[in-house]
């Protein structure tokens, strides 16, 4: 409690919040600057999680898509949180044969 009144007096939190507030611009700006709307990503999500479906179980509920910009180039991160690992992905892909 005392560290929270000491940070506060500091303005160590209205940075924090100014820092995550920037934050949230820089990715609105890389989202408009790439010509990606929210269906799209949303649509890319979809794929990449059926598609990560035929190797394990994730969580998509934590399953993050964020594009970066650095040096004009833009970048997909993703935060793929796995739950299991599918051992039988061969055995379906022979049978399948």
Known sequence: MLLEYINRVL???ASSSRIHARERLRLVLVHD???MSPYFMNQLKEDLNNVIARYMVIDFDKFEIVLDQSDKVVELKTSVPIKKIRRDYMDR?????
């Open 11 to 13: 303005g160590k939190a």
């Open 33 to 35: 600057r790439a010509n």
């Open 93 to 97: 892909v022979k049978k399948s044969s």
